[in-house]
Structures are given as C-alpha cells and as structure tokens.
C-alpha cells in the first residue's frame, strides 16, 4: 500500500498571500495524483489532477507540480473561500486507493 | 450535469446489515468505473471500494474486505454497497463517487453529497 503523507497538517496563511501544500509518496507514483478541497459539510471537490492539470472550472490561481515522490498545491493570493480542507490521494497503485491525512489552511 | 445522490443510510446496530445505493446521471454511467469513499466525523478520507464499467475489476480496502459487497446496475444507473457485519468503525459519511474513467483506478471527479452510516447500539 502507498502510503500518502501531507504536511503540514495545518498551515496558517494571510489572506491575499501564498499557501504552499506538501504532499509526499512512500514510493513512486510517476504523476498519478490528485488535489481535492472539502469545505465543511461538503464533498471533496477535484482541484487537480496528473500532478498538474486543473480540473474544470478551478481557478488558476491553483497549482500543482511534482512527480515521483514529492507533490506540491501552491494557492496563490487566498480569498476567503480558500481557508479550508486539501487532501491528495495517489492513483498509480490500486487496490488500495489512498488518500493523505489533509492538510487545513487557516486564517492567520 | 453529473449528479450523484446516495441514499439508505441511517442507524444501524452493530452486526447488522445495510444497504447503500447511489442513483447516478448526466454521463454515460456503463463507461466510468464507480467507487465508495468514506470519512468518519471528524477525519480523512478512506477509500472503500470499487467496481469498473464491466465489473471484471473489482477491490476493496482491507478494513471491509469479506463484509462489505459493491454491485452495479448499468441499467438503472446506479451502484450499491451491500454492508455486512457492521462495526461502531464503520461510523462515517459514505460517498459515491465517479472514477475518471472505466477502470478502477483513477481520480474522483465527481462526488455524491455524502450520506451518514452511524453504527451504534
């Protein structure tokens, strides 16, 4: 099982300045991840897929990058509706799917 | 539109059985291999389960494995998790959700809004 470790596990951030997420494999996943946003009593809502490419609809403001190991989430100037939860989850090996344990940005 | 909506969770007691179903439409449902994600209150997000467009590939995490069954009806449009042998930790939201494509591995792009399985006596 790949095991999907995100740090940290809360990141205090102003709004208008830069979140950087960090999301980490125990082994390779090649570009087989995703970024997920759950804000509460919602769904997690796809944010980014392949590493990099953003899914419909999601802002440029949101970007990915990384490959084997090591994957980042960068949300560049926050807005309000920013300061929630992001999770990644890995692709390249299943079964299982697997999920990190998220990572929360907060108002600081 | 893509719309998922789950429905038959509820209360059950421990040892009890229940049956989760998942109502699916605005895509081609017989392409797209299906899944169950779950997340106790307060937590992360656990894979459960999965059933490719054909249901040749199907998985399940270990945590379920032997108590819990998906299925499909393609011509209904819609998934199910047969949940057997319930455990207080099978107390979580339980999503439907729609693989990116046919086979079971991939990402989510599409969610259900989430129903509640409480297992408790």
């Known amino acids: 099982e790949i095991v999907m470790t995100q740090s940290p596990a809360t990141l205090s951030v102003s709004p208008g300045e830069t979140a950087t997420l960090s999301c980490r494999a125990s082994q390779s996943v090649s570009s087989n991840l995703a970024w997920y946003q759950q804000k509460p009593g919602q769904a997690p809502r796809l944010l980014i897929y392949d590493a990099s490419t953003r899914a419909t609809g999601i802002p440029a403001r949101f970007s990915g990058s990384g490959s084997g190991t090591e994957f980042t989430l960068t949300i560049s100037s926050l807005q309000s509706e920013d300061f929630t939860v992001y999770y990644c989850?890995?692709?390249?090996?299943?079964?299982?799917?697997?999920f990190g344990g998220g990572t929360k940005v907060e108002i600081k | 539109e893509v719309q998922l909506v789950e429905s038959g969770g509820g209360l059950v007691q421990p040892g009890r059985s229940l049956r989760l179903s998942c109502a699916a439409s605005g895509f081609n449902f017989d392409d797209y291999a299906m899944h169950w994600v779950r997340q106790a209150p307060g937590k992360g997000l656990e894979w459960v389960s999965s059933?490719?467009?054909?249901?040749?590939?199907?998985g399940y995490a270990d945590s379920v494995r032997g108590r819990f069954t998906i299925s499909r009806d393609n011509a209904k449009n819609s998934v199910y998790l047969q949940m057997n042998s319930l455990r207080a930790e099978d107390t979580a939201f339980y999503y439907c959700?729609?693989?990116?494509?046919?086979?079971?591995?991939?990402?989510?792009?599409?969610w259900g809004p989430g129903m509640l399985v409480t297992v408790s006596s």
């Open positions: 959700a729609k693989m990116s494509s046919g086979y079971s591995y991939g990402y989510f792009d599409y």
């Open positions: 989850q890995q692709y390249d090996d299943w079964p299982p799917l697997t």
């Open positions: 059933i490719s467009w054909n249901r040749a590939y199907i």
